[in-house]
């Protein structure tokens, strides 16, 4: 017969695995009582006397079966509870009302509640039943006495309980061997699998310990990697900045012609990086070569806009304080629109239809001079 089934009535997998356990316990329970009870009725006949004890037997047979009931509703804890409470009630009753030493062989029934709630139960509810079961015999002691005037006398016990006495030890040595043998196998089962998951454990963090040593060496070789790309991406970046540097300088190039004449060719677009490169290349030349005329050739500028046309009036001004001379070569018609729509004056500045005149003028003026 199962107790329940995997419908998840119980709280935690333990006390699912325990369920059917328990279930053939309470069972055994509930039949060594019934036994106990034709017993008692065998060995004392069908008197008042033997009424204390069937009484007794019915009330543990009772709450097994109720504890069977709540065990297949999920009440494992209460199941439990309810079954050790009967067997502690049912003998506490029946001692107290027999006394000494026709209680003794009853004593023998507490054994199986301090059993059940130590195999089953928190520490607490086992000291609980165990501190009941062992206050029985003082309990006897001191209500029997206490009550023995108000019992009739055809309820007292008769002298000789040797055949009740042996029928509940075998009967309470076969419920210990029930619970032992039902709970035995669940216990190495359970050992078994704590140690099975143990070892695998063990296997799971050597071999996770094992993937982090390698992810960390595969994450320091990568950092490594990582960091050599970094300083090679410096360099990079450094020779690419002092590139720059000689291409600024390259783009605007002052070059001498004559004795005391630079040239100056302007080539493609002028920003404001290339702007300040042209008119520091131009002051330095000219303070380096002594030189009295500077001539900007602006042939190769495709388009002339604001920009482009104060770089040449802030490099003619510059050069005029430093005592040179300007003129402008290589202006297109379509440049000397785009500079007269500008509104852009090229004063204190000559302009020459090319290089070559520009050059042959002043050599000319220089050997007049």
Same mark, same amino acid.
């Given at each position: 017969?199962?107790?329940v089934?995997?419908?998840?009535?119980?709280?935690?997998?333990i006390?699912?695995?325990?369920?059917?356990?328990?279930q053939?316990?309470?069972?055994a329970?509930?039949?060594?009582?019934l036994v106990?009870?034709?017993?008692?009725?065998?060995?004392?006949?069908?008197?008042p006397?033997?009424?204390?004890?069937?009484?007794?037997?019915?009330?543990?047979?009772?709450?097994?079966?109720?504890s069977v009931?709540?065990?297949?509703?999920?009440?494992?804890?209460?199941?439990?509870?309810?079954?050790?409470v009967?067997?502690?009630?049912?003998v506490?009753?029946?001692?107290?009302?027999?006394?000494?030493?026709?209680?003794?062989?009853?004593?023998l029934a507490?054994?199986?509640p301090?059993?059940?709630?130590?195999?089953?139960?928190?520490?607490?509810?086992?000291?609980?039943?165990?501190?009941?079961?062992?206050?029985?015999?003082?309990?006897?002691?001191?209500?029997?006495p206490?009550?023995?005037p108000?019992?009739?006398?055809?309820v007292?016990?008769?002298?000789?309980?040797?055949?009740?006495?042996?029928?509940?030890?075998?009967?309470?040595l076969?419920?210990v061997?029930?619970?032992?043998?039902?709970?035995?196998?669940?216990?190495?089962?359970?050992?078994?699998?704590?140690l099975?998951r143990?070892q695998?454990?063990?296997?799971?963090?050597?071999?996770?310990?094992?993937?982090?040593?390698?992810?960390?060496?595969?994450?320091?070789?990568?950092?490594?990697?990582?960091?050599?790309?970094? #300083?090679? @991406? =410096? !360099?990079?970046l450094?020779? $690419?900045? %002092?590139? /720059?540097?000689?291409?600024?300088?390259?783009?605007?190039?002052?070059?001498?012609?004559?004795?005391?004449?630079?040239v100056?060719?302007?080539?493609?677009?002028?920003?404001?990086?290339?702007?300040?490169v042209?008119?520091?290349?131009?002051?330095?030349?000219?303070?380096?070569?002594?030189?009295?005329?500077?001539?900007?050739?602006?042939?190769?500028?495709?388009?002339?806009?604001?920009?482009?046309?104060?770089?040449?009036?802030?490099?003619?001004?510059?050069?005029?304080?430093?005592?040179?001379?300007v003129?402008?070569?290589?202006?297109?018609?379509?440049?000397?629109q785009?500079?007269?729509g500008?509104?852009v004056?090229?004063?204190?500045?000559?302009?020459? #239809?090319? @290089? =070559? !005149?520009?050059?042959?003028t $002043?050599? %000319?003026? /220089?050997?007049?001079?």
């Open positions: 017969m199962q107790a089934d995997d419908t998840g009535l119980f709280s935690n997998i006390e699912q695995q325990q369920a059917p356990a328990l053939r316990i309470l069972l329970i509930s039949g060594a009582a106990a009870l034709i017993v008692f009725l065998a060995a004392l006949g069908m008197t006397a033997s009424g204390v004890p069937a009484a007794g037997a019915v009330v543990v047979m009772l709450t097994s079966l109720a009931a709540l065990l297949r509703r999920g009440r494992f804890r209460l199941a439990v509870l309810i079954a050790s009967g067997l502690t009630g049912a506490f009753f029946v001692t107290v009302i027999y006394g000494y030493p026709a209680a003794t062989p009853f004593l507490t054994l199986l301090i059993i059940l709630t130590g195999l089953l139960i928190e520490t607490r509810a086992l000291i609980a039943i165990a501190a009941v079961s062992g206050l029985l015999p003082a309990f006897i002691l001191f209500l029997h206490a009550i023995d108000f019992i009739d006398d055809s007292q016990t008769p002298g000789d309980l040797t055949i009740v006495a042996v029928a509940l030890f075998v009967l309470v076969l419920v061997v029930t619970i032992i043998a039902s709970f035995g196998p669940v216990l190495r089962q359970s050992l078994i699998k704590a099975a143990e695998e454990l063990d296997l799971l963090r050597a071999s996770l310990e094992t993937t982090v040593n390698e992810r960390t060496a595969d994450l320091q070789k990568a950092l490594h990697a990582v960091e050599q790309r970094e #300083a090679q @991406l =410096q !360099q990079t450094i020779e $690419l900045r %002092a590139s /720059q540097e000689a291409i600024r300088e390259l783009s605007a190039p002052v070059l001498p012609v004559l004795p005391g004449v630079l100056t060719p302007l080539i493609g677009a002028i920003d404001e990086a290339r702007a300040e042209f008119v520091s290349n131009v002051l330095h030349a000219i303070e380096r070569e002594r030189a009295r005329y500077v001539i900007f050739d602006i042939t190769g500028v495709p388009l002339v806009d604001t920009q482009v046309a104060r770089t040449i009036l802030q490099a003619a001004d510059a050069a005029r304080l430093l005592g040179a001379q003129a402008v070569v290589g202006i297109r018609p379509e440049v000397a785009t500079i007269v500008l509104g004056v090229l004063k204190y500045m000559r302009t020459f #239809a090319n @290089l =070559q !005149q520009a050059i042959g $002043l050599h %000319a003026t /220089q050997k007049s001079t």
